[in-house]
Nanobody
Framework: VQLQASGGGLVQAGDSLTLSCAASGLSIAFFAVGWFRQAPGKEREFVAS????????YYTESVKGRFTISRDKARNKVNLRMNNLKPEDTAVYYC?????????????????WGQGTLVTVSS
């Protein structure tokens, strides 16, 4: 099983980015998928998750209305569209997959992790 995150980069405040997570060895259609981030000197924090046949989504408060998580079942990919980026969004972003019956906001409930992609937002 492998999750490959991509799409990070250096942008200015107010810009947009789309992160992508390509899965192999598992079908994301049957897993909960999530994005977490870790800023320097801080703990890993939940950003967004999606699960279930209805693609129920969950977001941390600070990104609601700006970020959108989605999955492309045909391409076996999970995307995170990030609009109106702020300097406080600067972090390494990780994608993850886990049981649909766990707490998708808790990183310990995820089994598979991607390697992370760096997002840097300048002011």
């Amino acid at each position: 099983v492998q999750l490959q995150a991509s799409g990070g980069g250096l942008v200015q405040a107010g810009d947009s980015l789309t992160l992508s997570c390509a899965a192999s060895g598992l079908s994301i259609a049957f897993f909960a998928v999530g994005w977490f981030r870790q800023a320097p000197g801080k703990e890993r924090e939940f950003v967004a998750s999606l699960r279930g046949s209805a693609d129920s989504t969950y977001y941390t408060e600070s990104v609601k209305g700006r970020f959108t998580i989605s999955r492309d079942k045909a391409r076996n990919k999970v995307n995170l569209r990030m609009n109106n980026l702020k300097p406080e969004d600067t972090a390494v972003y990780y994608c993850a997959a886990g049981s649909q019956y766990g707490d998708t906001k808790v990183h310990t409930d995820y089994v598979y992790w991607g390697q992370g992609t760096l997002v840097t937002v300048s002011s």
